[in-house]
């Protein structure tokens, strides 16, 4: 069992008052004895044989059985982590109470660590004392010691005093030894025996060290507590099946630490499998207790929540009544979690109650009741996860030969809605995209990183869906969703199979039904699947030629389309009689329809550019003149004519000359270009013209927010600048030639600031976050996501001083459910970029809410530290300070440099003219507090003589509360770790 995740400073969970001493002690390796070793060095000692050690005891209680236990007594004491001798010349009848005293001064405060605790070692010393002690009595067993009502009597008295100690090392050691002899006291036979006296100290040393420790105030301990009568109940099941046992396993989900409830949990899906008895008693205590488990599903710690789907997944299969339909309901709802152990754990129980065969059921039955399901209960953008929740454990999700069967029947033969067929597509589509790929979908996150598609599914999905493809697109060219979604299918087909002779009559097929989709679809998802399902094509001979035609169209039918409309532009509104006239001409001369006519092969373009370069169409000066005339419209009118271009244009011409850039730019980095210097010089100068003009309009759209726009207008322009950033930044300087490195665009700190003001106002004002993360706030989550990346690629990108971040990083605690991914992401970039420069950055991110919390209290430091508001900047400290435990040593100069700037901070809020008032900003320190756990220990020792600067007076007059942050400070300081 692990134990370097428990702090020795818990907090009591269960609200009990006993008094605990906080001292420490050394690991006992660190303190030699001098002359022979210990009972206990031997045990730890491992070229010492249990065996050999027990045997010596053994021979040593046989000469001098007082001696004997005193060594015993010993063990337990310095395995406590004290360093008090019990002098050898102590006899029986020994003082507990006495021993006890003594060891308890002799414990040395240098550190908060005692072995059964000691980070990286407390494994081990726990499975060697335990394991010598359970080799000891069982050597005892065969002897006649067993019977001589000395040796178990002292030894166990002594371990049940020790266990009631106030002092934690002490009462933790010691009910970690006796759990562990009880566990080898249960192989004796007579304890099994009623009347027994083995039995009768059974159950005293239960009601002492378990019944009366398993609720203690040390997670340690009520984890041992629970770690050992789970070992019990299965290993010696006559004796401790008991429901009364077993509810011990329910309580303690009530414990607020997670590494008990989990292994509460652990430890009922093990007895309930393997344990046909306990079945009953646990469906009786599990519908008891079915409010704490359902809470346990849902609470914040994914893991436990995966556990408790597991058990009732197992209670489930032996009565149903232990789920109502609203319970299940929620629990449904859980295979769309983030955490993929915790959906897969949903999915489940999901597979029970939905997808499991019944009386003959048929397979397109079942996948009826799953579509069933999906249309009632579920939204399309989560298909995704739906399809990976199940798909490791429902074959129905790669069936695809019946999921076609469905699809190509008709309506009336397959029974199926418009929206089950949408939903039968969509999970068709995810599930050969994630069986061939072995991509998980974006936002989900697992333990296990290793992403492998499932043997021979490519083949499988290629020979089944390539075939139909074209007869499924003709079929649901109504429907742009479905076709989005079919259209992605070839992305992951063999390509192989197109190659072939006899298959080449339905590439042919397929790719002329793209061309059509593309020139009438309107919506741009639809539009970018298609030219993304091109580019994974167009490695095929067949598919060059309709390539080449396909652009060559697009490009024509923008040209004419804007001249069309630009004849049409500026002409008078529909009300006069030249207006009137034009109306009842021809449906194509409408402005509505050149408007419309414009937009569509904008939208085409703008997907086309997104893929494939069409620099050699010399597009850029015409789309962003176009662009620059549909802002000015914009932004001059009062009010729009039905005859100007609807805010989508300018969004697709934001895209279209975005693309352009940086088609063009590849152009001129392309080092095999044949153009002369001169040509090179010229295209350079011209593609810096254009980007600055690109700009300024981005720019100001961003500024203005001009009402007329959709505010996806702002946003888009905001992510194309922060990309533009980003692609014109440094590393164009590392170009050989010098025209290419004139391209480096280096932003104004107006436009930084124009940036950051956008960032604040879109993202962290308005909706709470507790309601940003919710379902029915999905797609505005996105967009805010997305904006929040842009801003962060000019951090991680060094495009900006990592030092900026901070007033957008003082909310990575407040909205982390949100966007805690994407600033750490960042913070890991900038950390690597500059250290020193990282931790200033830490350090400004704290400043500024504390800043503001010293001006709401008036400086007044005692009253800050009682707020709510400085509660939560430690808290913002201590999830920035998170990031630092990736690696210590690499980290170290970040640490450093943290703390420092932070004590020269408060050294200099110093009033010059009171003798004993604390600095101003004093407070300040219990921030730095908890960066300490991230300073090395050699470093700490720095830090603390840095921190000498700052004094507290000796002065009776000195306000100690005032004062108070120093001591905690320098006491987290000389603290090891």
């Known amino acids: 069992m692990d134990f370097d995740e428990i702090q020795v400073a818990e907090q009591s969970s269960n609200g009990e008052n006993s008094v605990e001493l906080i001292q420490s002690a050394e690991p006992i390796k660190e303190q030699p004895k001098k002359g022979e070793k210990s009972l206990l060095q031997s045990v730890l000692d491992n070229n010492l044989k249990h065996e050999d050690v027990s045997n010596q005891w053994l021979q040593l209680y046989v000469k001098n059985p007082n001696a004997a236990l005193v060594e015993i007594l010993q063990l337990v004491v310095e395995a406590s982590g004290s360093h008090y001798e019990i002098p050898k010349s102590t006899t029986r009848p020994f003082v507990y109470r006495d021993i006890l005293e003594a060891s308890t001064e002799q414990f040395r405060s240098v550190s908060n660590y005692y072995p059964l605790i000691m980070k990286d070692t407390a494994q081990d010393f726990e499975h060697r004392v335990g394991d010598f002690v359970q080799c000891l009595l069982k050597l005892v067993h065969v002897t006649p010691l067993i019977s001589d009502q000395v040796f178990l009597s002292e030894v166990t008295g002594f371990v049940m005093a020790c266990s009631e100690s106030n002092m934690r090392p002490i009462r933790h050691t010691s009910t970690m030894i006796g759990l562990k002899m009880m566990t ?32 203690d105030v040390v997670t340690g301990i009520r984890l041992l507590c629970i770690t050992e009568l789970n070992l019990w109940m299965i290993k010696y099941p006559k004796g401790n099946l ?98 993929r152990g915790l959906a897969l754990a949903a999915a489940g129980l999901f597979k029970l109650r939905w997808l499991n065969p019944q009386r003959g059921a048929s397979s397109s039955q079942i996948i009826h009741r799953l579509l069933d399901f999906f249309v009632r209960y579920v939204k399309h953008e989560h298909a995704a996860y739906l399809v990976d929740s199940l798909i490791d454990i429902c074959e129905l999700i790669l069936d695809w030969e ?111 039904q793209i061309k059509a989709i593309m020139y009438k679809q309107d919506r741009s ?36 389309a804007l001249r069309t409309w630009q004849q049409m532009y500026g002409t008078p509104s529909l009300s006069s009689p030249r207006a009137s006239s034009r109306s009842s001409s021809p449906g194509h001369n409408h402005p509505r329809s050149r408007t419309r006519s414009l937009l569509g092969s904008l939208r085409l373009i703008s997907a086309l550019y997104r893929y494939f370069d069409l620099s050699n169409f010399h597009l850029t000066s015409s789309v962003l003149s176009s662009l620059k005339r549909v802002f000015k419209d914009y932004d001059q009118r009062p009010s729009r004519d039905r005859d100007d271009l609807p805010a989508e244009a300018t969004t697709q011409y934001l895209e279209v000359c975005f ?23 010229e295209s350079c100068a011209a593609l810096k013209k254009h980007l600055e003009d690109y700009l300024t ?28 950033y980003v692609v014109f930044a440094d590393p164009l300087l590392q170009n050989p030639r010098s025209f290419v490195r004139s391209l480096r665009y280096e932003p104004a700190v107006k436009e930084f600031d124009l940036l950051e003001t956008f960032v604040l106002n879109y993202l962290f004002a308005g ?119 990736m690696d210590l040593l690499k980290n170290r100069h970040s640490v450093n440099a943290l703390h420092r700037a932070g004590i020269l901070y408060v050294v200099e809020s110093t009033y010059d003219d009171a003798q004993t008032a604390a600095p101003k900003n004093l407070p300040f320190l219990d921030v730095l507090k908890e960066f300490v756990p991230h300073l090395l220990n050699q470093d700490r020792v720095n830090v603390a003589k840095f921190l000498q600067r700052i004094e507290m007076p000796s002065l009776p007059s000195v306000n100690r509360e005032e004062w108070q942050p120093l001591e905690d400070y320098r006491g987290a300081l000389v603290t090891k770790n």
């Open 525 to 560: 998802l639809v539009l970018r699947m298609g030219a993304l399902t091109l580019v994974h094509l167009k490695g095929i001979p067949l598919v060059k030629s309709h390539l080449q035609e396909l652009l060559n169209t697009a490009v024509f039918n923008y040209k004419m």
């Open 184 to 215: 080898a006291l249960n192989d004796f036979p007579p304890v099994a025996n009623k009347d027994a006296p083995l039995k009768r100290l059974w159950l005293r040393m239960f009601d002492c060290l378990f019944v009366a420790r398993h609720l």
């Open 767 to 885: 909706r709470q976050p507790q309601d940003l993360v919710k379902e029915s706030h999905f797609d505005e989550l996105q967009q805010k996501r997305y904006i929040l990346t842009g801003y962060c690629k000019l951090v991680a990108f060094n495009v900006i001083p990592s030092m900026r971040s901070c007033k957008v990083l003082q909310y990575y605690d407040k909205y982390h459910a949100a966007f805690g991914d994407i600033m750490r992401a960042s913070m890991e970039r900038a950390m690597d970029i500059n250290p020193v420069n990282y931790g200033m950055t830490m350090l400004h991110t704290c400043l500024l809410p504390f800043e503001r919390i010293m001006t709401d209290v008036k400086h007044d430091g005692v009253r800050a530290m009682s707020t709510m508001e400085f509660r939560q900047l430690l808290n913002l400290a201590h999830r920035l300070g998170e990031i630092f435990y």
């Open 402 to 512: 019946i999921m076609v069967d469905m699809l190509m029947k008709d309506q009336e033969e397959s029974g199926l809605s418009p929206g089950e067929t949408s939903t039968l597509i969509e999970i068709l589509c995810r599930g050969v995209k994630q069986a061939i790929t072995g991509e998980i979908p974006p936002g989900r996150y697992t333990k296990d990183l290793v992403r492998l598609p499932l043997p021979e599914s490519q083949l499988r999905a290629t020979q089944i869906l390539a075939p139909i493809l074209s007869q499924l697109l003709s079929k649901h060219l109504s429907s742009s969703h479905d076709l989005e979604n079919l259209l992605e299918l070839p992305q992951h087909f063999h390509l192989n199979y197109y190659r072939q002779e006899e298959n080449i009559d339905q590439l042919d097929l397929l790719i002329r």
């Open 697 to 724: 309009v981005a720019l100001d759209l961003v500024a203005k927010g001009n009402p007329m726009l959709d505010h996806d207008v702002s946003s888009q322009s905001f992510g194309t600048i922060c990309d533009l």
């Open 242 to 339: 008991q429901s009364k046992n077993l509810r011990y396993f329910y309580e303690g989900l009530r414990d607020n630490f997670g590494i008990v409830r989990k292994f509460c949990l652990e430890s009922l899906i093990d007895l309930t499998c393997c344990k046909l008895e306990l079945r009953e008693i646990s469906l009786e205590l599990a519908i008891e207790y079915r409010d704490l488990i359902l809470l346990t599903c849902v609470e914040r710690e994914s893991e436990l929540g995966e556990s408790a789907l597991n058990l009732l997944s197992n209670l489930y299969q032996y009565s149903s009544t232990i789920l109502s339909n609203v319970d299940c309901r929620l629990l449904d709802q859980l295979m769309f979690a983030a955490n």
């Open 659 to 681: 693309y352009s850039l940086n088609w063009d730019l590849r152009s001129v980095k392309r080092e095999d270009d044949n153009r002369s210097d001169l040509e090179l010089e």
